[in-house]
């Protein structure tokens, strides 16, 4: 990846709602809901205790999320909502920007972009970046930066399969958060990270299980990386 990491990057977080079988979807896409209302509530209030949560331009399209914290009662503050959209994929009419009273949101795209396509209004912020190393993604190292200069000291991935495994991939989730719901879905449903090519088991990342606790019929752990 290009550029060179912070000495202090945001601690991120990756957050997983997911069948049993690791499936965040049916093969159509559908995913309302898998698990159930109190493990929801805990997203929410996970949200409200992260700086930023970040989804990619593909849970944007398929889900078009707010991803405001909505607890009771409501945060103080809003985190900032992150959408990598390296291709500009996002739409105007996306929730993210018609809500923009209720938060920031910034938009993570290639510095290349015409930035035309997106609505121009208070509150909208650009982080305009590199593509990564042979990728035609934004790099995540300079994405880390741009949080790092936004005084963000904490993030949180909620999506989709692609952006967590490219943040995995990259070495950069520090805990998992993971929501897991009694059902299965298949091997035709869609699964919560991409490919990760690895080559040998030793080379795969590692993370410690800190506690499980049940809501409801699902299963919330937690985990921290080795």
Same mark, same amino acid.
């Given at each position: 990846m290009s550029g060179s990491a912070p000495s202090l990057r945001p601690v991120v977080t990756l957050k997983l709602a997911t069948s049993l079988d690791g499936r965040i979807a049916l093969a159509s896409g559908r995913s309302r809901w898998i698990t159930g209302e109190a493990a929801r509530a805990e997203v929410h209030r996970l949200r409200a205790a992260h700086d930023a949560v970040i989804v990619g331009s593909e849970t944007v399209l398929a889900d078009d999320p707010e991803l405001t914290a909505r607890t009771d009662p409501m945060p103080e503050k809003q985190p900032l909502r992150v959408v990598a959209d390296s291709r500009g994929r996002v739409p105007a009419s996306a929730k993210l920007f018609s809500t923009l009273e209720m938060g920031p949101v910034a938009v993570a795209t290639l510095e290349t972009m015409d930035l035309e396509?997106?609505?121009?209004?208070?509150?909208?912020?650009?982080?305009?970046?590199?593509?990564?190393?042979?990728?035609?993604?934004?790099?995540?190292?300079?994405?880390?930066?741009? @949080?790092?200069? @936004?005084?963000?000291?904490?993030?949180?991935?909620?999506?989709?399969?692609?952006?967590? @495994?490219?943040?995995?991939?990259?070495?950069?989730?520090?805990?998992?958060?993971?929501?897991?719901?009694?059902?299965?879905?298949?091997?035709?449903?869609?699964?919560?990270?991409?490919?990760?090519?690895?080559?040998?088991?030793?080379?795969?990342?590692?993370?410690?299980?800190?506690?499980?606790?049940?809501?409801?019929?699902?299963?919330?752990?937690?985990?921290?990386?080795?």
């Open positions: 396509r997106w609505p121009s209004t208070r509150g909208l912020q650009f982080w305009m970046l590199p593509a990564g190393e042979g990728s035609s993604s934004v790099s995540l190292i300079e994405m880390m930066n741009s @949080a790092q200069r @936004a005084g963000l000291a904490s993030m949180m991935v909620e999506g989709g399969g692609q952006l967590a @495994a490219s943040f995995v991939k990259a070495g950069l989730v520090d805990r998992i958060e993971w929501f897991r719901a009694p059902v299965l879905l298949g091997g035709d449903g869609r699964p919560c990270l991409g490919a990760l090519v690895i080559e040998a088991l030793d080379a795969a990342p590692r993370f410690a299980r800190t506690s499980v606790r049940e809501l409801g019929v699902d299963l919330w752990e937690s985990y921290t990386r080795v």
